[in-house]
């Protein structure tokens, strides 16, 4: 049986829109259409059609899967393009079924990570005290941030997005398994910041009733600042004033960017609104708010738990990378730039 769902998330993964595909296919629009909600049974002959223009074996459109819907739970900019996100949600889809897959064929527990109601009393920056002690993180600076999360169970795992304007996303499996996946272009205190960031969406919003007037991005932040510059711990740093230099100093040792210690060192109180002004000012003239010192980058930390995983699978079911593929749903070509 042919999933009408899968039709949607191969062309959509592709960044191919309904009406590229008819006319690869050599069908009218409206046919698409009608087989992509399902009014119209797909032949044989139409879905190996597709599958030849999307790349993916006809295996994949039987998958029997929900596509999970665009969530708030990216780091990005404001403003960025539907044609950015809409395959970017997609592929985040293909890497859920995956990892589904890897959790089904290995009976592997999912990660059992809290969750916390936000209010006057809890607040982001307390939840993130909360999950430090819980994980026994007694260090202020969190010296390896991918093995931390995947120590906790927690699947980290990365693609290109194909843009520079979203960072991340994380999402959970049907059985609530936590993934966060980000952007493999990043630096490391944007990779860093991103993983804390949506730490604190698991933790805060993907398991509670959230008020759609609430700010969870600004909640995300807030977290994650706490998460990875303790408040207890970073103050001592700011006493003395604020200045660039220390900035680059203090990223070095906190290992997170240079505009995230400014933000921490107003968020706690030791600038005016015009020495904010003035620091990001000479960010501005600096033309360091998108590209900071190449010196001061912070290490790119790599993920490993999913290829664990896999190397797990071949081993308990005798496959080869083909196999995992096929099990996968993925042509050789693909499964090889994703997960080797």
């Known amino acids: 049986m042919i999933n009408k769902n899968m039709i949607v998330l191969a062309r959509e993964a592709r960044g191919i829109t309904q009406l590229e595909l008819a006319e690869k296919i050599g069908v009218a629009n409206t046919t698409l259409s ?29 998958q029997e899967n929900d596509i999970y819907p665009e969530h708030l739970n990216y780091r990005k900019r404001d403003s960025v393009a539907q044609k950015l996100l809409t395959p970017l949600n997609a592929n985040v889809n293909i890497v859920r079924l995956h990892i589904q897959r890897l959790l089904s064929e290995l009976n592997i527990k999912k990660s059992d990570l809290p969750s916390f109601e936000v209010n006057d009393k809890n607040t982001p920056a307390a939840i993130a005290k909360k999950i430090r002690k819980a994980w026994k993180v007694d260090s202020p600076i969190i010296e390896k941030i991918v093995e931390l999360f995947e ?8 693609f290109d997005f194909g843009t520079e304007r979203v960072d991340s996303r994380c ?13 493999n272009t990043l630096l490391g205190d944007r990779q860093r910041f991103s993983l804390a960031f949506q730490l604190g969406h698991l933790v805060m919003h993907t398991s509670t009733s959230v008020d759609w007037e609430r700010d969870v991005a600004h909640e995300a932040n807030l977290f994650a600042s706490e998460f990875l510059m303790p408040e207890a711990a970073i103050r001592g740093d700011f006493e003395n004033g604020v200045t660039l230099p220390l900035l680059g100093e203090l990223k070095r040792k906190w290992k997170v960017s240079m505009i995230s210690l400014l933000y921490r060192a107003d968020d706690l109180g030791y600038l005016t609104p015009n020495q904010k002004r003035y620091l990001l000012q000479q960010f501005n ?6 590209r900071e010192p190449k010196e001061l980058d912070v290490p790119i930390e790599r993920e490993s738990l999913v290829k664990k ?12 990378d083909k196999g995992v593929a096929s ?7 693909e499964f090889t730039t994703r997960y080797n």
């Open 34 to 62: 009608k087989m992509e909600k399902g009014d119209l049974n797909t032949s044989d002959e139409a879905i190996g059609l597709i599958a030849e223009a999307t790349n993916f074996p006809v295996s994949f459109f039987n």
């Open 151 to 158: 120590s906790k169970g927690i699947v980290v795992t990365s």
């Open 171 to 183: 999402v959970l499996t049907d059985d609530l398994q936590p993934i966060i996946i980000y952007n």
């Open 285 to 290: 003239e600096q033309k360091m708010r998108r």
């Open 309 to 320: 995983w896999i190397k797990e699978l071949k081993t308990k079911q005798k496959l080869n």
């Open 327 to 333: 099990l996968f749903h993925l042509n050789m070509d």
